[in-house]
């Protein structure tokens, strides 16, 4: 089985940076996925690694340690909007299909 | 496309009672897959079709549910004598396999009484 850990909640200011972590304990490692999911919503993707190193788009990045079993999603100027839950996921035993963590809600404000 | 449609949007339903949930996918996407999450918990899988073959089924997936994809399509998921347990949103999500993201639809929320 995989065991996902990722913080429950965290608050931040318009405007900052905001670092949400994940760390994961798997075998078959296959890639991981970060979502956001707006309340009521589906969850949208957002970013994929499977290699280490820091993958960048836009005012959102994503990082992998696979020696280390983490992973982080960085959000830059942060907006109103941005308030949702963000789901860190680890595919893995030559499946693409991941399992998801618990989510961690980010709540922005003025 | 619109992306993944889902129908019905919400579902109340009486214990004991069947329901049917429908999934029309990406129609370029071959690959469909069927989520539960309950408030406050990320989704959790519940089975995969690659085409019209269910390849995976996971162990959350009791005799009470099946679910088809008959001409590697649309799909359907049924739940036979809900329980309140059962009560959660049922995503469903595509793909066209490998590194892409999944698509999710938006859900049919499930309440049994």
């Known amino acids: 089985g995989q065991n996902i850990d990722q913080p429950t909640e965290m608050t931040a200011t318009e405007g900052a940076i905001v670092q949400i972590n994940c760390t994961y304990q798997t075998s078959g490692f296959n890639g991981l996925f970060w979502y956001q999911q707006h309340a009521g919503e589906a969850p949208t993707f957002l970013s994929y690694n499977v290699l280490d190193g820091l993958e960048e788009k836009g005012r959102f990045s994503s990082f992998l340690s696979r020696s280390k079993g983490y992973s982080y999603l960085l959000l830059k100027e942060l907006q109103m909007k941005d308030s949702a839950s963000y789901l860190c996921?680890?595919?893995?035993?030559?499946?693409?299909?991941?399992?998801f963590g618990r989510g961690t809600s980010l709540i922005v404000h003025p | 496309d619109t992306g993944v449609s889902q129908d019905p949007r919400h579902k109340i339903t009486k214990r004991g009672q069947n329901v049917t949930f429908r999934c029309d996918p990406i129609s370029e996407h071959n690959r469909l897959y069927w989520y539960r999450q309950t408030l406050g918990q990320g989704p959790e899988f519940l089975t995969y079709?690659?085409?019209?073959?269910?390849?995976?089924k996971s162990r959350l997936l009791s005799d009470r549910f099946s679910a088809e994809r008959p001409k590697g399509s649309f799909s359907t998921l049924e739940i036979q004598r809900t329980e309140q347990g059962d009560s959660a949103m049922y995503l469903c999500?595509?793909?066209?396999?490998?590194?892409?993201?999944?698509?999710f639809g938006s859900g049919t929320r499930l309440t049994v009484v």
């Open positions: 079709f690659q085409n019209e073959a269910q390849l995976e």
């Open positions: 996921a680890v595919a893995s035993g030559g499946s693409y299909i991941p399992t």
């Open positions: 999500a595509s793909s066209r396999g490998g590194a892409d993201g999944y698509t």
